[in-house]
């Protein structure tokens, strides 16, 4: 079935409040976002023995990599879904719960990186949220792996949820091998977004 557009969309006094709702969860994520990060950066933690790193030897520097397909992935969920409004709204909600339950975490659990980490470089993070710098202390959970598992849900068709598949694992690997992240880190991304997509749908109709 057909998702009605934008202009039919905006005839309900229901999907009008619906959409200030979004855009409230998804703003107080932001800023959320902006003074944990930073905040958490400044913070001593402890260092996890994960043994499990070990299996991909020596560190390699994937960034490039990492960072296209984590905004590829992010490009393509928006550009996708965006004519579709319960739907991209739906998933603005569902990353904004995303970010949200890793800033709780973050907060709750002071984490020093992995050793031999090689920092990852990121300019868009760097620009938005880490005030310029390389931050090392954004961990628990994968924020990249998250958005990709996003996309892999909002993802139509069949095909692309395939390739998601795919591109996730892939990016999972390089952020092992990089050592950017735990393996824990990397293993509940999907988990803490299959628990946003339940809060989001909770909150708006989930898409069909």
């Known amino acids: 079935m ?20 979004a855009m409230l969860i998804f703003t107080a994520m932001f800023v959320c976002v902006f003074f944990t990060l930073r905040y958490v950066e400044t913070r001593q933690g402890f260092v996890i023995e994960d043994w499990s790193l070990d299996i991909f030897g020596k560190p390699l520097d994937f960034s490039i990599g990492i960072f296209a397909i984590t905004y590829f992935s992010m490009i393509y969920a928006i550009s996708t879904n965006v004519m579709r409004p319960q739907t991209f709204l739906h998933m603005l909600i569902t990353y904004a719960f995303m970010q949200l339950l890793k800033c709780l975490i973050l907060l709750c659990v002071p984490l020093n990186p992995p050793t031999n980490i090689l920092p990852l470089s990121d300019p868009i993070l760097e620009t938005l949220f880490y005030g310029g710098n390389v931050n090392l202390k ?67 109709k989930s898409p069909s």
């Open 2 to 21: 057909q998702e009605a557009g934008w202009k039919i969309f905006w005839q309900s006094k229901k999907n009008k409040q619906y959409f200030r709702i």
């Open 138 to 204: 954004d961990l628990f959970y994968s924020g990249h792996v998250a958005t990709v598992c996003i996309a892999f849900v909002y993802a139509r068709p069949r095909v692309m949820k395939t390739a998601f598949v795919v591109l996730g694992f892939a990016l999972a690997f390089m952020m092992a091998q990089q050592r950017v992240h735990y393996i824990l880190d990397v293993v509940a991304a999907p988990v803490f977004v299959w628990i946003a997509y339940k809060i989001s749908s909770s909150i708006s």
